[in-house]
């Protein structure tokens, strides 16, 4: 398979946008990506979107208003997951020379939904019985805490390192730093989960460009390459599961660092799915970046912020940067970019050089999640 790289990344800051349509939040992005890699709308090969609840036809209602028609467009409806679905279809259909350049697209509006947890499919025995995000991640934190012995001031850190990263990202959706009392004191949304521990919901945009080698060299940008991209979906388990030990997230990542052939101690800088305060203390052993059971001190040490082994999530996550859920796998993509790319400016991860985005998708019963995708990204010395 040949190469597939990103010349261009661009978002729109996350919010509450209630009055702007799918095509109002993508556009912006959009013609910033096609733009800033130097293209033309003309010169898109192929168009990829993920998005959760667009409806039919999305990408399309997006990019005829900058005239681009007439070349394949998917829709890629993978959950949380969709986003970052829509870039792995486009890096293979870029490493199989298919296409030479590919626009990939992450929208979501959930203003729409006017508030509270977002809808699931009623078919589902999990769902009728009350399973949604906020009860499913609850459930982990309980057992997280139960298990290591440990207290709700520990999942508090989360939230208080994400606002403080997030304090420095203009496209982040919450911008005030917190303090573990006010994180404890806020409301209780799902015990032990309190509101600022819960990721914001909102709407929000996101695109990049995805390139073969030939137009990368024609192009002459900063550019990271897509080493690593791995898809999974969920493996249907009856009975117990280990609600610490996510093998979704764990098999992906283990495919992932072997297809780019490195290591997490390798990584320079995260960003994972934390849709919930206990999803990165539970992540950063799944993915590697520290020993089973040792999460707790990883993030008391300070070894997951600036300055710490690897720097996990510095645009501020999902916690505050906002989860517009099928924006956020490509939302997490153009982070990356920018900060292998030295253009992230005051969160800026010092010699960043390889990076990785996580995120997964979906509650369904009997299954783990429904997706989970990860990139693995590294800078490109010279053209």
């Known amino acids: 398979m040949s190469r ?5 990344g661009a978002m729109i800051p996350m919010g509450k946008h209630r009055n702007s349509s799918y095509s109002g939040l993508a556009v912006p992005p959009v013609s910033k990506a096609i733009r800033d890699a130097g293209l033309e709308p003309c010169e898109i090969d192929a168009v990829y979107c993920g998005h959760a609840f667009g409806g039919m036809l999305t990408g ?20 949380c997951s969709g986003g970052a679905s829509a870039l792995h279809l486009a890096w293979k259909s870029v490493c199989s020379g298919e296409h030479g350049a590919a626009l990939v697209i992450g929208v979501d509006k959930l203003t729409q939904f006017g508030g509270g947890t977002l809808p699931l499919v009623a078919e589902d025995i999990e769902v009728r019985n009350g399973m949604v995000m906020p009860a ?3 459930m982990r934190a309980r057992r997280y805490l139960y298990e290591r012995s440990e207290s709700v001031d520990l999942l508090a850190q989360v939230s208080v390192k994400a606002r403080r990263h997030g304090a420095m990202n203009p496209f982040a959706q919450l911008r005030k730093p917190t303090s573990v009392e006010e994180v404890v004191a806020s409301r209780m949304i799902s015990d032990p989960l309190t509101l600022l521990q ?26 990271v390459e897509i080493r690593g991209s791995v898809l999974h979906s969920g493996t ?19 495919d992932a660092f072997e297809q780019a052939g490195i290591g997490p101690q390798d990584v320079d ?19 590697g970046l520290c020993e089973e059971g040792e999460s707790a001190s990883f ?30 796998g490509v939302a997490q993509v153009v982070e990356l970019y920018w900060q292998l790319t030295g253009q992230a400016g005051k969160r800026q991860v010092p010699n960043a050089r390889i990076g990785m985005t996580h995120v997964t998708g979906g509650g369904i019963a009997r299954l783990d999640h429904g997706a989970c995708a990860i990139h693995i990204l590294t800078a490109l010395d010279g053209i």
């Open 4 to 8: 597939a790289f990103i010349v261009s």
């Open 60 to 79: 399309q209602r997006i990019v005829k208003e900058i005239g681009i028609g007439g070349v394949p467009i998917f829709n890629v409806d993978n959950a």
């Open 136 to 138: 499913l991640y609850a």
């Open 198 to 223: 819960c990721c914001p919901t909102g709407d929000g945009a996101a695109a990049v460009i995805v390139v073969n080698d030939d137009i990368r060299k024609r192009l002459a940008l900063p550019t």
């Open 236 to 254: 249907p388990t009856s009975g117990f599961r280990n609600m610490l030990r996510p093998e979704i997230t764990r098999d992906s990542a283990r």
């Open 269 to 287: 800088v995260v960003e994972l799915h934390d849709a919930f305060s206990i999803a990165e203390l539970v992540y950063y052993e799944a993915l």
């Open 299 to 328: 993030l008391a040490s300070g070894q997951s912020t600036f300055g710490g082994a690897v720097v996990v999530n510095p645009s501020g996550g999902l916690l505050s940067k906002g989860h517009p859920v099928g924006c956020s």
